[in-house]
């Protein structure tokens, strides 16, 4: 931004010099070099500056948010700023945003990006257009918000008045270093209602001494912006929790006067996160989730229960002890094909006793057809396990003792079929030991003396 584009913006705003340096929280000094051209606008000042068009302009209520335009996948945006403030249409704007996989904490550098992304393109629009107006002058009947010709100044009293200020979807309060609330928007109000003359523990929370962890706190001293998760009760006594946004608000000579607090209600994320934690920790089965490197980077308390809260950096380390990946791993598998595949698998514990586990491994996050993460849940069947293999055993114990016994031994089901001839019995019946009985009668075996004598 050059300072003639600067100059224009603030006269399309129809602001004085004075009035444009409280806006943006600088010096009236530093705006007049701004405009001569004497210093170079700082990358914060354009920033604030392309906030304040995106605010003022009605179009920005119609923007669709970046994780629409850019198809965002789920775990993507759980981890991203603009998602958890549901300001998609700001994510320029809101430091550490995620875009195509990688998280941009200098604004400068993110803009370089940003410019070239569709989402930017009608906020470049709204630029454009301030600029050009600025340059041109004031026209009858000029539009008052920049976001075209349906509301025009002078047709209705009411666009004058309108605030975005009482039209964003989130709580805005304005405190002071006294921690009086001076200022908030209608959200607030009917989220926590009446505020004049109060502090902000009372109204957020109700309590009569400032929070221990107070982020306002810190903001006054640091003058850095930041976003906390806080929890608070509504007018009603509902606990909620929120997104806060936390901003620091500068006066002419750059001290920090009073700090911006907007809240965004994420009550029902944390549920549906509280209830997703509640099922993933209380299963009866282990589950972990591993990226492309094979490194387990969730567990539940299952799995860390048997195999340790840290067992290793790597599945191979966590559940077999191994120095390298499995010969038949299933991770690996579902990475190259990205299907959901079952395997029989035989691990050590954390005292170093065997498991034996049936493991699923399955998808969890894809982005452009590639899997990222690999979700696993392994039953333990080390019981199964044993009492088959004790079960095989005694099956095999019992087969030697009847086929090299002494004694004859036959048996029959309840249906009258031999299911036990050992060889033996076929020598005293004169049965030819190499010829097998099959399915046949106790008619067909015994001699008739015998059958009449037990019958």
Same mark, same amino acid.
């Given at each position: 931004?050059?300072?003639?584009?600067?100059?224009?913006?603030?006269?399309?705003?129809?602001?004085?010099?004075?009035?444009?340096?409280?806006?943006?929280?600088?010096?009236?000094?530093?705006?007049?070099?701004?405009?001569?051209?004497?210093?170079?606008?700082?990358?914060?000042?354009?920033?604030?500056?392309?906030?304040?068009?995106?605010?003022?302009?009605?179009?920005?209520?119609?923007?669709?948010?970046?994780?629409?335009?850019?198809?965002?996948?789920?775990?993507?945006?759980?981890?991203?700023?603009?998602?958890?403030?549901?300001?998609?249409?700001?994510?320029?704007?809101?430091?550490?945003?995620?875009?195509?996989?990688?998280?941009?904490?200098?604004?400068?550098?993110?803009?370089?990006?940003?410019?070239?992304?569709?989402?930017?393109?009608?906020?470049?629009?709204?630029?454009?257009?301030?600029?050009?107006?600025?340059?041109?002058?004031?026209?009858?009947?000029?539009?008052?918000?920049?976001?075209?010709?349906?509301?025009?100044?002078?047709?209705?009293?009411?666009?004058?008045?309108?605030?975005?200020?009482?039209?964003?979807?989130?709580?805005?309060?304005?405190?002071?270093?006294?921690?009086?609330?001076?200022?908030?928007? $209608?959200?607030?109000?009917? %989220? &926590? *209602?009446?505020?004049? @003359?109060?502090?902000? +523990?009372?109204? #957020? /929370?109700? !309590? =009569?001494?400032?929070?221990?962890?107070?982020?306002?706190?810190?903001?006054?001293?640091?003058?850095?912006?930041?976003?906390?998760?806080?929890?608070?009760?509504?007018?009603?006594?509902?606990?909620?929790?929120?997104?806060?946004?936390?901003?620091?608000?500068?006066?002419?000579?750059?001290?920090?006067?009073?700090?911006?607090?907007?809240?965004?209600?994420?009550?029902?994320?944390?549920?549906?996160?509280?209830?997703?934690?509640?099922?993933?920790?209380?299963?009866?089965?282990?589950?972990?989730?591993?990226?492309?490197?094979?490194?387990?980077?969730?567990?539940? $308390?299952?799995?860390?229960? %048997? &195999? *340790?809260?840290?067992? @290793?950096?790597?599945? +191979?380390?966590? #559940? /077999?002890? !191994? =120095?390298?990946?499995?010969?038949?791993?299933?991770?690996?598998?579902?990475?190259?094909?990205?299907?959901?595949?079952?395997?029989?698998?035989?691990?050590?514990?954390?005292?170093?006793?065997?498991?034996?586990?049936?493991?699923?491994?399955?998808?969890?996050?894809?982005?452009?057809?590639?899997?990222?993460?690999?979700?696993?849940?392994?039953?333990?069947?080390?019981?199964?396990?044993?009492?088959?293999?004790?079960?095989?055993?005694?099956?095999?114990?019992?087969?030697?003792?009847?086929?090299?016994?002494?004694?004859?031994?036959?048996?029959?089901?309840?249906?009258?079929?031999?299911?036990?001839?050992?060889?033996?019995?076929?020598?005293?019946?004169?049965?030819?030991?190499? /010829?097998?009985?099959?399915?046949?009668?106790?008619?067909?075996?015994?001699?008739?003396?015998?059958?009449?004598?037990?019958?």
């Amino acid at each position: 931004m050059n300072s003639k584009e600067f100059l224009s913006i603030r006269l399309n705003l129809k602001k004085t010099q004075k009035e444009m340096a409280e806006l943006l929280g600088t010096s009236l000094r530093s705006l007049q070099s701004f405009e001569q051209g004497w210093r170079k606008i700082p990358n914060e000042i354009e920033r604030q500056v392309l906030y304040v068009l995106v605010m003022r302009s009605t179009k920005e209520q119609s923007l669709k948010p970046c994780w629409e335009l850019e198809n965002c996948p789920l775990d993507k945006k759980e981890h991203c700023p603009a998602w958890e403030l549901n300001s998609g249409h700001l994510c320029w704007f809101i430091n550490g945003t995620i875009c195509k996989g990688r998280a941009y904490s200098d604004w400068n550098e993110k803009m370089e990006f940003c410019r070239e992304c569709q989402v930017f393109q009608p906020i470049k629009q709204l630029y454009d257009r301030a600029v050009r107006r600025g340059q041109d002058g004031p026209k009858e009947r000029q539009s008052l918000f920049y976001g075209g010709g349906e509301i025009r100044e002078g047709t209705s009293e009411k666009w004058r008045s309108f605030d975005l200020f009482d039209q964003v979807p989130t709580s805005i309060a304005i405190i002071d270093r006294k921690y009086r609330i001076v200022d908030a928007n $209608k959200r607030f109000e009917d %989220t &926590f *209602g009446p505020w004049n @003359g109060k502090k902000c +523990f009372e109204v #957020y /929370k109700n !309590r =009569k001494r400032r929070c221990r962890h107070c982020v306002a706190t810190i903001t006054f001293m640091d003058g850095q912006t930041r976003v906390s998760q806080e929890q608070g009760r509504d007018l009603r006594g509902n606990l909620h929790y929120y997104l806060v946004h936390t901003s620091p608000y500068r006066d002419s000579e750059g001290k920090i006067t009073h700090i911006i607090e907007m809240s965004t209600d994420i009550t029902e994320k944390v549920q549906i996160q509280n209830e997703y934690r509640t099922i993933f920790d209380n299963v009866p089965c282990y589950i972990t989730v591993i990226d492309r490197n094979f490194e387990v980077v969730k567990s539940n $308390k299952h799995f860390q229960k %048997t &195999f *340790g809260k840290d067992p @290793g950096r790597y599945c +191979f380390e966590s #559940y /077999k002890k !191994r =120095k390298d990946i499995c010969e038949k791993c299933p991770a690996k598998i579902v990475f190259e094909d990205g299907k959901t595949h079952h395997s029989l698998q035989e691990g050590y514990d954390k005292k170093g006793n065997k498991v034996v586990y049936m493991v699923t491994a399955a998808p969890y996050s894809k982005e452009d057809r590639e899997v990222n993460y690999v979700i696993e849940m392994a039953l333990d069947v080390t019981q199964t396990f044993v009492l088959e293999n004790r079960l095989r055993e005694t099956l095999e114990f019992r087969q030697t003792v009847i086929q090299n016994a002494i004694d004859g031994i036959i048996a029959s089901n309840k249906e009258g079929i031999i299911d036990i001839y050992n060889p033996s019995a076929k020598r005293m019946l004169k049965y030819p030991t190499n /010829k097998v009985v099959g399915k046949m009668s106790g008619e067909q075996i015994y001699p008739g003396d015998f059958l009449r004598a037990i019958t």
